[in-house]
């Protein structure tokens, strides 16, 4: 049974503490392998670190045919027991749900990630090409030395290289404007933060005629940024998501009109798509009360159009802000990949949502967050969709509790996601 075997395995992935850091994957991996291996799944353990170790395991395709990756990652973010009114560590099944940190985000996938290949070896499933299952470490953290897909990439690409990956980043119902659309994760914007350094000459706060106070000057700098508006311009992922809610696509500077006319939520989703977005988080001037600072320094929360570059962004900000009286720093950017969405992958995906929901319609989004599927797309050119379906759970209430107390998923989700999963390496397997 499919579904117990799901619920089983996710209760006893919970139960391994992988909060990142320091992450303690291999736990995880371990688990996975022993249950996978026997089998017949050929079960590979990757470690930069012993106690931080990858799984990826394969059934061997026949070499006629594209391969497939269920990706997934075992490291979760920390939780607050206090906060809960679960032990965040139990697994426990309570109401037809699952409750432990990672539920939803996302030892959930993993386990129905599992059991779809488990049941898939059982059956003596014999893809054209290879059907990959990687559980990989150290997503949550997003900084510093990679132990996870990123580190996989670069130390052991061809356990990793796909043509095809399915991966978290959507999956929602959601209804707009009467419509029922499944999501689709097809593309992530770019997180490009900046700077801007605004100089001035300290002086004595008791005396501020002869000082040139570089807060002061950043501050309308600020304001200005505040205002920011994008040149409206239309992805191909926002023509399909306005395709298929308002049958249409308007031209750019309509877009985000049309949106809010199906409804609010489509308009929320739309505009930071329709353009590069920026939001100023963090200044740092003078550090002392009656000191005029020479010098402010202002953080920007900056996200990109995928495909779009930074030299780019920069010529229009300067055209926004003026051409003097800061200099702008980029500092360390991260993400911006996108697939293509006219893929035999995003076909199959269309039938599963076609024969779970008559009426209902795949709708691709372009997300703001970063996930592992950006390093696949980066490395090997790999179709990368975030698709995870959910239909018991309402998406508000999951993205509440995703990073959250009280975290945990449906088991009926659960199930619809091994079904999902099945389907989907049959399709492109067959
Ligand atoms: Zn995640």
Redesign the pocket.
């Given at each position: 049974m499919p579904r117990e075997e799901a619920v089983g395995l996710l209760q006893e992935l919970i139960r391994l503490d992988t909060v990142n850091p320091p992450g303690n994957e291999t736990r995880a991996a371990e688990l996975l392998r022993d249950y996978l291996e026997p089998l017949g799944v050929e079960c590979e353990l990757y470690a930069r670190e012993p106690h931080r170790a990858n799984l990826v395991a394969r059934i061997r395709g026949r070499g006629e045919g594209p391969s497939l990756m269920l990706l997934?990652?075992t490291d979760?973010v920390l939780a607050d027991p206090a906060e809960w009114q679960v032990d965040p560590w139990s697994g426990e099944l309570r109401d037809g749900e699952v409750w432990g940190r990672g539920a939803l985000?996302?030892k959930g996938q993993v386990a129905a990630n599992a059991v779809a290949i488990a049941s898939l070896a059982r059956e003596g499933f014999e893809p054209a090409g290879d059907l990959i299952f990687a559980a990989t470490a150290d997503?949550?953290l997003g900084e510093g030395i990679s132990y996870g897909l990123e580190w996989l990439c670069e130390a052991h690409p061809d356990a990793v290289r796909c043509d095809y990956a399915v991966n978290?980043g959507a999956g929602d119902r959601v209804e707009l404007g009467g419509r029922i659309l499944y999501l689709c994760a097809s593309a992530e914007k770019r997180s490009s933060p900046f700077e801007l350094h605004v100089q001035g000459r300290s002086g004595h706060a008791s005396m501020p005629g002869i000082a040139d106070n570089a807060l002061v000057k950043a501050a309308a700098l600020i304001s200005r940024l505040g205002e920011f508006t994008p040149e409206p311009r239309l992805l191909p992922e926002t023509e399909g998501f306005l395709a298929a809610i308002a049958d249409r696509v308007p031209p750019p500077a309509e877009a985000l009109a049309v949106a809010q006319d199906v409804d609010p939520v489509a308009g929320e989703m739309v505009e930071p798509l329709l353009g590069l977005t920026v939001s100023p988080t963090m200044v740092a001037a003078s550090e002392k009360r009656n000191v005029i600072p020479g010098r402010c320094d202002v953080t920007v929360d900056c996200r990109l159009l995928p495909g779009q570059s930074e030299e780019e962004a920069e010529r229009v900000l300067r055209d926004w802000l003026g051409a003097d009286g800061y200099e702008l720093e980029w500092r360390d950017g991260q993400g911006g990949t996108r697939s293509e969405l006219d893929t035999p992958l995003w076909s199959a995906i269309e039938r599963f949502v076609a024969q779970l929901e008559p009426g209902a319609r795949l709708a691709p989004i372009c997300v703001a967050g970063f996930?592992?599927s950006h390093w696949l797309r980066e490395a090997f050119g790999t179709v990368a969709y975030g698709f995870f379906p959910m239909r018991t759970m309402s998406p508000e209430l999951a993205a509440r509790l995703?990073h959250s107390a009280d975290e945990r998923i449906a088991v009926e989700d659960l199930e619809l996601g091994v079904d999902f999963l099945r389907f989907v390496a049959a399709a492109i397997g067959s």
């Open positions: 997934s990652h979760t985000d996302m997503e949550e978290e996930t592992d995703i």
